[in-house]
């Protein structure tokens, strides 16, 4: 029999994978996105406007359902702040409740408060991920871009990922969770990151500030603690959102997460976003709470959260050893068109220099570590893999 050739501990680790995998996994964070294989001729359309306007929106309803708490705290009835509800597109936004039982104005007028109802005002990674497969993929967007591509979506049998799993695998079930690539202010990543960045971004921020808080860290250790809080045990990208249902580590992954910590921070105070010192989103005046003039008067202003480490093929996972060869074969067979695809402003094909050092300049955030894999020897990169078929 087949177990009798197999020993019983491959068994086991697999079964164990499928429980935990199965039992611990958010769909939402376990979609998967492949951005090795790319519409080969075509246009994508830059949705860095899209992202822009629907984080703008999030956080003007994260502000108004503060404020309405902060109004009926200091004895008013928060109607001046219409609870009107709204729909975007990736999801409505949740409705209000008006208790403000256990919130004292002290902490309505703190960041985590802020970053509580921003939060409130995205739907969870589930929702919001296929949310935006829906709008992104409507006929409703993508008639507004004729000849042009919104969202690219492979099929399951283009997929690079579709040979790698043994057939048997558990974590082949997770890769049923898809996640188109999009181009956003010059960078393609997938929906997924999205959801990361929203989702993991928070319990990042949880941490970072029970770390200040509580342990009066200062704000460089607190990052790394938040960082490596989910560096190992079951929700991590070393377990159930990595490793057990895609058999891989996302470097990309982890930044969108560690940036989405920025982004809750930077509600209320100044942080560092791409090298650069940007000013609080949300201000205080007087008893209320309210947009930074900046943020309307930028039209790229998410863009300062957004950057090549969402791209997986500039910032490639770590796999485990079983997937690398078929990954690697996999990729192999789609150089041609990544060859062309990451080609210059001029269309010419980049050196396989390029890639190598925008690889390790991707492994920190602007030279901030974000928890990268640092398997260097183990990565499959573009340099290597497609060296002949990249300009010299």
């Avoid at 219409?82 to 403000?100: K, N, Q």
């Avoid at 589930?126 to 829906?134: F, N």
């Avoid at 871009?145 to 799993?165: E, L, N, R, T």
């Avoid at 990151?193 to 319990?203: E, P």
Wanted: glycine residues 8%; contains cysteine.
């Amino acid at each position: 029999m087949l177990t009798n050739r197999i020993p019983s501990a491959f068994w086991r680790k697999w079964l164990v994978c499928g429980v935990l995998s199965l039992a611990f996994a958010r769909p939402g964070l376990a979609h998967e996105t492949d951005q090795y294989t790319i519409p080969v001729g075509e246009e994508m359309v830059d949705m860095g406007d899209y992202f822009n306007d629907y984080f703008i929106a999030a956080i003007e309803e994260g502000v108004r359902r503060a404020n309405r708490r902060i109004d009926v705290a200091l004895g008013g009835d928060g109607s001046q702040f219409d609870p009107s509800e709204r729909r975007y597109g990736s999801g409505a936004l949740r409705t209000y409740d008006t208790s403000t039982s256990g919130q004292t104005l002290g902490y309505l007028y703190s960041g985590k408060a802020v970053a509580h109802y921003v939060r409130k005002s995205i739907p969870d990674a589930v929702t919001l991920i296929e949310g935006l497969e829906r709008a992104l993929h409507s006929r409703e967007v993508t008639e507004k871009y004729p000849g042009k591509i919104v969202a690219y979506h492979p099929s399951d049998f283009d997929c690079v990922y579709a040979k790698v799993h043994f057939p048997l695998d558990p974590r082949s079930v997770f890769r049923l969770w898809r996640a188109s690539s999009v181009k956003a202010n010059g960078t393609y990543l997938g929906t997924d990151k999205i959801g990361h960045f929203v989702d993991m971004g928070y319990h990042y921020f949880k941490v970072y500030t029970r770390l200040r808080e509580k342990k009066g860290l200062s704000e460089r250790k607190a990052m790394f603690g938040a960082a490596h809080a989910f560096d190992t045990g079951i929700m991590s990208e070393s377990s159930v959102l990595g490793y057990a249902t895609a058999g891989a580590y996302s470097n990309a992954d982890m930044t969108s997460n560690y940036v989405g910590c920025l982004f809750y921070r930077n509600l209320t105070e100044p942080v560092r976003l791409k090298g650069q010192v940007r000013p609080a989103i949300v201000v205080r005046t007087g008893d209320y709470w309210k947009l930074n003039d900046h943020v309307k008067g930028e039209p790229d202003f998410f863009s300062w959260f957004i950057s090549d480490h969402y791209d997986e093929a500039l910032n490639p996972s770590h796999y485990e050893r079983g997937m690398r060869k078929p990954m690697r074969k996999a990729i192999k067979k789609r150089c041609e068109g990544l060859a062309d695809w990451y080609a210059d402003e001029n269309g010419d094909r980049r050196s396989p220099g390029y890639f190598q050092d925008k690889m390790y300049e991707l492994a920190t955030y602007y030279n901030i570590d974000y928890n990268h894999s640092r398997k260097f020897d183990d990565l499959i990169h573009l340099d290597e893999v497609c060296e002949e078929e990249l300009g010299k």
